[in-house]
């Protein structure tokens, strides 16, 4: 007969061992490595103190630049998709009979790995653009992803194409989810389509938008897969995000301290938003 | 006035969803183009310069039956352990209504609020030094980074389960664990595709983990071959094209197959 204790272990031990080993342990070890001058290589790691975190804001010109290009991204970022989300969201709740294969279509680019659908964005961005652009005349359309500024938008448009489609299936199960009685309550007391919008529909979904906006901001900051097969981080490092400096200062230049430094400063910021975003965002939801 | 509103609504339709599409088209046509029509008319169809070429080298340089079976075994694997050990672990913190089991499920869930990225060099560290940086090193480490979602989703649903079937199987004289696989896995099936579902979308495309994990070539994953490929064709628009959609392939069938599964997964999986 075995106790409860020891079924509470042949349960839950296996998973925890493999989260502690995989996630824990390294976190604290990461907390430690950052005040080291750890080379990744030998154990060699001094305590070097604060060092590297004064490095990363004094002499490290590079990651503010980084770390700026990150949050303005998210920022745009994460108001596109949950926008063009939402609005896709509406659209195939009309009823029409295209509805079911525009869902589809709307989510299929969310099924594709982040590489691959930058890979697929480098080829539109720098040879359809361009065909296009040579074709009409319109210069706008001509050398994208050469510079900071189109790099930065080609990041926002392949990212928007990529996750409106998984918004899209949420806020269609919170449209769902209002009871049909309040509108047409509303539409009795004289209301109009754009009034139900503001004063039913948007307050009612306020839930699903608190999780949409906490999923698209945090894989906004950590995003990396799409940086590097889109822009690689180029012209000059200067489309270059967290995720990937953090990995370039580890192994390019081999100074896995001060990477797992700016590791450090990663989790804090990245945890930081996500508390304070669910935080206000839960206040302004609406009890149906 | 209903009819034109219903018109307008019919054409934002219909633009929308070509332009969401336009990518696919713009890649497919290309692929079955030579170089010299890439570069004479990208928006065109192939027509002159229509070759299925690019197909045959793309599907050896990516070594795709291997790259395939690899990222198969992988994805497959990890998400069977990860499925089974955290339907157990969340059977267990539900049913044990102890301050360590909600602290364990907080910590789980809490969790979640890690980026991989500031965890994967000391883990990487760690793995290289108990040898495993290998594909089942891989699979150990997507069962502990599953560990929090997948948990998170079972325990949820578990909280819903009656348990009064789990007594009357205990008087009948099962142990614990022939009560959670002939009574409990089997009720949790909705939510067992659920979360495979997710942990299949994920692992199968995930690149940075399996990028630090897997050195030795003969167990790339469809991603790490595809990135590799890419460095190796860059200038090769015309065999890139045709392995991009290669790469696709399977998991746009996988989608067409479970499609309601898919959506239900995705919505259920995002409201914790």
Not at chain 2, 66 to 87: H, Q, R
Not at chain 2, 108 to 133: C, D, E, H, R, T
Not at chain 2, 176 to 196: C, D, G, H, N, R
Request: proline share 3%; aromatic share 16%; with cysteine.
């Amino acid at each position: 007969m075995k106790t409860s204790k020891g079924w509470f272990s042949i349960f839950v031990g296996p998973i925890l061992f493999a989260f502690i080993v995989v996630v824990i342990i390294p976190m604290f070890m990461g907390v430690y490595y950052s005040f080291t001058s750890w080379n990744g290589i030998n154990n060699n790691a001094t305590w070097v103190g604060l060092k590297n975190y004064v490095e990363i804001f004094t002499e490290d010109k590079e990651f503010l630049d980084v770390f700026l290009f990150t949050a303005k991204f998210a920022i745009v970022s994460v108001i596109s998709i949950n926008l063009i989300g939402f609005l896709l969201a509406l659209l195939v709740t009309k009823g029409l009979k295209v509805s079911n294969f525009l869902r589809s279509a709307f989510f299929l680019p969310n099924l594709i790995g982040g590489l691959i659908l930058g890979f697929i964005w480098q080829f539109i961005f720098t040879k359809g653009f361009d065909a296009v652009g040579a074709k009409l005349g319109i210069e706008f359309l001509r050398g994208w992803l050469a510079d900071t500024q189109t790099g930065f938008w080609g990041l926002v448009i392949l990212m928007s194409w990529q996750m409106s489609g998984y918004m899209m299936v949420i806020y269609i199960a919170a449209l769902q989810n209002i009871p049909d009685s309040l509108l047409e309550a509303a539409e009795i007391d004289g209301a109009g389509s754009f009034e139900k919008l503001i004063h039913i529909t948007i307050p009612l979904v306020a839930p699903a938008f608190t999780i949409g906006l906490f999923l698209t901001l945090s894989n906004s900051f950590k995003l990396y897969d799409q940086n590097l097969s889109l822009t690689g981080g180029g012209p000059y490092n200067s489309t270059q995000m967290l995720a990937m400096n953090i990995y370039n200062t580890a192994f390019k230049f081999n100074d896995f301290g001060l990477a797992q430094a700016k590791a450090v400063i990663f989790l804090i910021t990245v945890a930081a938003i996500s508390i304070t975003q669910i935080y206000y965002s839960k206040k302004k939801e609406v009890e149906m | 006035m209903k009819n034109k509103n219903k018109l307008s609504l019919w054409i934002i339709s219909i633009l929308s969803g070509l332009l969401f599409l336009s990518p696919f088209y713009i890649v497919l046509t290309n692929s079955f183009k030579t170089q010299k029509g890439i570069f004479t008319d990208v928006m065109g169809l192939p027509k002159d310069f229509f070759t299925t070429n690019n197909y045959v080298e793309a599907f050896i340089a990516l070594d795709f039956v291997k790259s395939f079976t690899n990222s198969l075994l992988i994805t497959v694997g990890s998400s069977l352990i990860i499925i089974v050990l955290s339907a157990m672990a969340a059977w267990m913190l539900v049913r044990t209504k102890t301050k360590l089991s909600s602290f364990l499920f907080l910590v789980f869930a809490a969790a979640m609020l890690i980026p991989f990225q500031s965890v994967m060099l000391p883990l990487i560290n760690i793995m290289g030094k108990v040898g495993l940086l290998n594909p089942g090193g891989l699979m150990f480490m997507y069962l502990g980074f599953g560990s929090s979602l997948s948990i998170i989703l079972y325990h949820g649903f578990i909280k819903g389960i009656p348990k009064e079937l789990e007594e009357a199987a205990t008087i009948d004289g099962c142990n614990k664990l022939q009560v959670f696989f002939y009574i409990i896995f089997p009720l949790l099936k909705p939510i067992t595709v659920t979360v495979s579902i997710l942990n299949v979308m994920w692992i199968w495309n995930d690149f940075l983990l399996p990028q630090l994990v897997i050195n030795d070539p003969k167990w790339h994953t469809i991603p790490l071959k595809m990135f590799y490929f890419f460095g190796q064709f860059s200038k090769r628009w015309d065999l890139a094209l045709a392995g991009l959609v290669i790469a696709m392939i399977p998991i746009i069938l996988f989608y067409f197959v479970a499609q309601k599964h898919i959506i239900k997964g995705v919505t259920q999986g995002s409201i914790k």
